[in-house]
């Protein structure tokens, strides 16, 4: 295996599948069984979701909303994902353990790193929930840091398309895609990979990315193995 610990991205929207709104129980199965084939290759698996296909707190402020209130009203978004995709994982035959930014006793554990590094090595599959906790953070700022604290080697960003192009393929015809790229070339290029916290984190960290379309089945499973799938991003 190229990579033995991995935290996979993935973004709440993904979970819609063809709706416009929640979840898919079709898209939810699908990636519960795309993560059961890397589990069973004996990768040690983590994963951060986000929560805009039920709400997103940069959009509160449009409505009213104070934006802390909107960030954490965003942040239960996500672990009501993160709770779905557990039942999937386990329903699929995998043992999993939901860790929380913020305290919810009653459904997850509190985030703690030595004890989400036992879970891995355990062959627990380690949902993280609820962001950081803290206002002002994204989801890709959670895998981020996430990663850099479980010691993974690669973040997974799993998305709708198959890697990072020179502009948006679904806009542009003519936008070409990147095999690998440095993280100084995605800055100078001004690629909308992550946000800025969560991609200085990698770069500081040395932690490679990798951006792949997550709904093709099979990808994940190449990734790990170490073909070439989607674009890595790499302080090379």
Known sequence: MKYNRILLKLSGEALMGENSYGIDSNRLEQY?????????????VAIV?????????????????DRVQGDYMGMLAT???????QSALEQNGMFTRLMSGIKVESVCEPFIRRRAIRHLEKGRIVIF???????YFTTDSTASLRA?????????KGTRVDGVYTADPEKDKTA???????????????LNIMDMTAFTLC?????????????????????????????????N
Do not use: C, W
């Open 32 to 44: 519960a069984q795309e993560i059961k084939k890397v589990k069973d290759l004996g990768v040690e």
């Open 203 to 235: 770069q500081e960290n040395h932690l490679p990315i990798v951006v792949f379309d997550m709904n093709k089945p099979g990808n994940l499973q190449k990734i790990v193995a170490g073909e070439e799938i989607g674009t890595l991003i790499t302080s």
């Open 176 to 190: 070409t895609k990147y095999s690998v790229l440095s993280f100084q070339e995605a800055y100078e290029r001004n």
């Open 148 to 156: 850099i604290e479980i010691e993974a080697d690669v973040v997974l």
């Open 79 to 85: 672990l009501i994902n993160a709770m779905a995709l």
């Open 49 to 65: 979701i986000g929560g805009g296909n039920i709400f997103r707190g940069v959009q509160a402020e449009k409505t009213g909303i």
């Open 129 to 135: 929930g609820a962001g950081i906790g803290n206002p």
